[in-house]
Nanobody, 124 residues
């Protein structure tokens, strides 16, 4: 059974930083790309960042480029999201997901397993 467990969320002031982690079990972690998504109250879930299976390729939403960094440690079966210069509009539940492919996914349809989410709240 594939399980994804996020951690690291919390309350932070604008301009601060948080590091999210997502531990994966039940699949060969190093074979698949990973992604981070978020959903704010009353809004659709949106893509945040993705990383290929090797970590050699990454992709970011325009809204987080230059502020967020996705990385992975295949020895620890864990993907990370370092979030700097946080803004109130970054407030959301953040989800990690594992893809069906090793390259960067083309869209949400290529992700097959999801975590339960971790709340990030940025105060102004």
């Amino acid at each position: 059974q594939v399980q994804l467990v996020e951690s690291g969320g919390g309350l932070v002031q604008a301009g601060g930083s948080l590091r999210l982690s997502c531990a994966v079990s039940g699949r060969t972690f190093s074979s698949y790309a990973m992604g981070w998504f978020r959903q704010a109250p009353g809004k659709e879930r949106e893509f945040v960042a993705a990383i290929s299976r090797s970590g050699g390729s990454t992709d970011y939403a325009d809204s987080v480029k230059g502020r967020f960094t996705i990385s992975r440690d295949n020895a620890k079966n864990t993907v990370y999201l370092q979030m700097n210069s946080l803004k109130p509009e970054d407030t959301a539940v953040y989800y990690c997901a594992t893809a069906r492919v090793g390259r960067l996914p083309y869209g949400t349809h290529e992700y097959d397993y999801w975590g339960q989410g971790t709340q990030v709240t940025v105060s102004s």
